[in-house]
């Protein structure tokens, strides 16, 4: 039966074969031959549409949502560029409208319960900036808004940065970062690689325009004096205080306010200074991405060309006309209609093994082996091999990871190398792959991984052992994430990786991982989710690794994980998280149910395989096959990425304390954190998911 048919009997609520009501008495087995020929059939046309989105030279990738601070970013740049009538402007003015919450507010994350403040100021000084008057409608609810949530007093740090480089807030009332970093030792805590590989690509050119001072004030028609209700002068600047601030975090401020005296009385044009920044600018200069970019993500790029642009680059200097003409990469932006978006980053290898997995646990290469050889050796050649800013610690360390985007050879990660690593697997035997060089880059991949591992045992996502938490304290800091330590996603998937190529079980790092994702269970079972949403993903992610190793998966705490996972199966069959489970307790495990989310659950079920869960499985499978639409895809406009969840410190805090919020400065709106929402995550995930499914369908019959 086709997938028009389906969709009008699920329209018009009439029984039939995809709708057989679960019995009680119904054994395993009747329950999976009820679905039997639904599963078919809805893996079909989900392979079929996941193959319609192939490029030509065999990737694939989606789009990747995130925020309005994205666009409204990149309208103050272009504008402190002194690029004011760029044609892209007013295609992101555009987006921005489009993007608006009902209450004036934008938000962080689709479906938010609050705006945020950061992004909502953001969005209106970029409107402003673009000519948009301040009693225009618009304008005026988000004005509005703002007041309603305590005004500027509550922006975070990047905001406050993006409005002194607007004229609209002085540099003095900013954490200052002293260019002199640059040049601090690799074992004193405060070298730039202590830093998150996303927070060091970032506060580097941040630093020149801090030191600098840099600033293009906004025409005076276009200012923020509905934001200054009882005028500049007797606005309060300074950063308010934390709850619970420690004798670290208030040294800290102290410090920054010392710092900045230092610059305005000596340090502006010192020499040591000025060598400083001259390191700084040679440091951008080599961190530039092939495609134009920064680290593949958007803060170093728009930061950088205005450090750049600030120290006399001109347009036509190559590094700067690479970065501009990014913009108009496709790889970065994408149009509708007469608004654009430039996405925080690009996620083409990601996509791509992803897709990969999933066509596999199809058998799809009986039907799609050329694209399917295509999109391999697309991803092969893919693997980076020169050494990035992790081998600063790692001297010794030959390079073989993958990075996500399409051009970002000083950041691989450990992630896409693993999952990679997964992808590739499936040709490693096959005469023609083994000529091309695929087991000897497998074998790379494996030693950087293994050199990669953290002294935990866990695996972070970009370096090792990068986890000192005094950083965290520091006035720049407070935007979220400046740390990445190890997480369970990551790590099991660089254990399912080692399973699946059939790796000892004794090996030495396998044992560590294992030993650190054990440690790091809740207490009531799953697994915390630091790269996706939230314990669905950790969880989902923890048990296929675990089947994969040969983990003895009738164990109490695999047991303890599964009845988790059964227990927040929602009625409709699906499982959701809502992002605001980073924040609130009553949020784990519940949410609006999703595609993606449903599968990971699924997987996670599917992985243990315990005969109790089967009628689960089968609700959970009819939810995937109800909610499929006519050509073949699902929808899923919920973001079950995660960025990071804006804790600052980069993994799982208790989420107990009552002072949390006032202490972080972010409730269930996570105005701290960054959330994603990957377009293709609807149709991966439940493609495997349900081809897992099928298996273990066919081991109860």
Not at 28 to 33: C, H, L, T, V
Not at 187 to 211: E, G, H
Not at 332 to 353: E, H, I, K, L
Not at 605 to 615: M, V, W, Y
Request: proline fraction near 6%; aromatic fraction near 10%; hydrophobic fraction near 40%.
């Amino acid at each position: 039966m086709n997938s028009e048919s389906r969709l009008s009997r699920k329209q018009a609520g009439a029984p039939g074969p995809d709708k057989i009501e679960a019995r009680p008495d119904s054994t395993p087995a009747a329950a999976f031959r009820g679905i039997d020929n639904s599963l078919t059939h809805t893996l079909s046309s989900a392979c079929k549409w996941l193959m319609e989105q192939q490029k030509p030279d065999g990737h694939w990738v989606g789009s990747v949502a995130s925020n309005a601070s994205m666009e409204a970013e990149w309208c103050l740049a272009l504008w402190f560029l002194g690029l004011e009538d760029h044609p892209l402007r007013p295609r992101l003015g555009k987006a921005l409208l489009e993007m608006q919450r009902e209450d004036g507010s934008w938000g962080i994350y689709y479906g938010a319960g609050n705006g945020d403040i950061n992004a909502t100021v953001e969005s209106y000084a970029a409107l402003r900036s673009l000519g948009y008057a301040a009693d225009d409608p618009a304008l005026s609810r988000a004005a509005t808004w703002i007041a309603s949530k305590g005004g500027l007093r509550n922006v975070r740090v990047f905001t406050r940065y993006w409005l002194a480089l607007i004229g609209e807030w002085p540099w003095e009332k900013t954490p200052n970062l002293p260019p002199e970093i640059i040049w601090f030792p690799n074992k004193f805590v405060f070298s730039i690689y202590n830093f998150a590989q996303w927070a060091r690509a970032t506060l580097v050119p941040l630093a020149i325009l801090s030191a600098r001072r840099s600033s293009r004030p906004l025409r005076p028609q276009d200012r923020l004096d509905a934001l200054f209700p009882g005028g500049r002068e007797n606005f309060d600047y300074e950063l308010p205080p934390r709850d619970g601030q420690d004798l670290w975090a208030t040294f800290f401020r102290k410090t920054d306010r010392a710092l900045h005296w230092l610059q305005t009385k000596f340090l502006k044009r010192n020499t040591m200074r000025e060598a400083a920044i001259r390191h700084m600018l040679e440091w951008i200069i080599r961190h530039q991405d092939a495609d134009g970019g920064w680290g593949g993500i958007q803060p170093p790029w728009v930061y950088g060309l205005m450090a750049l642009h600030g120290e006399d680059y001109q347009f036509h200097h190559p590094v700067m006309a690479k970065g501009l003409a990014a913009l108009d990469d496709p790889g970065w932006r994408y149009d509708r209609g007469d608004a654009s978006w430039v996405q925080a980053t690009n996620s083409p290898v990601w996509d791509t093994m992803l897709a990969l997995m999933a066509l596999h646990d199809a058998d799809a290469e009986t039907d799609f082996t050329p694209e399917m050889d295509k999109a391999l050796g697309w991803l092969l050649e893919r693997q980076v091999r020169v050494k990035g800013d992790w081998s600063v610690k790692l001297p010794d360390l030959e390079p073989g990871g993958w990075a996500f985007e399409y051009a970002n050879d000083r950041y691989p990660d450990t992630d896409d190398t693993a999952v990679a690593l997964i992808a590739l697997a499936a040709c490693r035997d096959r005469e023609e792959w083994k000529g091309r060089g695929v087991e000897a880059a497998i074998t790379r991949g494996v030693n950087w991984l293994v050199g990669m591992q953290s002294t935990c045992g866990g695996w972070g996502a970009f370096d090792k052992d990068n986890n000192r938490a005094l950083l965290s304290k520091i006035p720049f800091c407070d935007f979220g994430e400046a740390l990445d330590p190890p997480s369970v996603d990551v790590t099991a998937h660089v254990l399912e990786a080692f399973g699946v190529l059939g790796l000892p079980r004794d090996m030495p790092a396998l044992q560590r991982g294992l030993a650190y994702i054990r440690a790091e269970q809740e207490a009531d079972g799953p697994w915390f989710g630091r790269w996706g949403v939230n314990y669905l993903y950790g969880t989902g992610a923890v048990l296929p690794a675990l089947a994969a190793i040969g983990e003895d998966m009738t164990q109490p705490y695999i047991a303890r994980a599964c009845d988790w996972l059964v227990a927040h199966q929602q009625e409709n069959g699906g499982w959701g998280e809502s992002c605001a489970s980073y924040m609130e307790i009553a949020s784990i495990g519940r949410g609006p149910t999703t595609p993606s989310q449903t599968a990971w659950a699924l997987m996670g079920l599917i992985a243990a395989n315990r005969k109790q869960d089967h009628e689960a499985i089968v609700r959970g499978c009819r939810y995937l096959i109800d909610q499929q639409q006519a050509d073949g895809s699902w929808e899923e406009k919920e973001f079950t990425g995660t960025g990071f969840p804006g804790y600052g410190v980069g993994q799982t805090i208790k989420l107990d304390d009552p002072a949390l919020t006032s202490r972080l400065q972010q409730g269930a709106e996570l105005s701290r954190a960054f959330m994603l929402r990957y377009d293709l995550y609807r149709q991966f995930f439940p493609i495997m998911a349900l081809s897992r499914a099928v298996r273990v369908l066919k081991g109860s019959k």
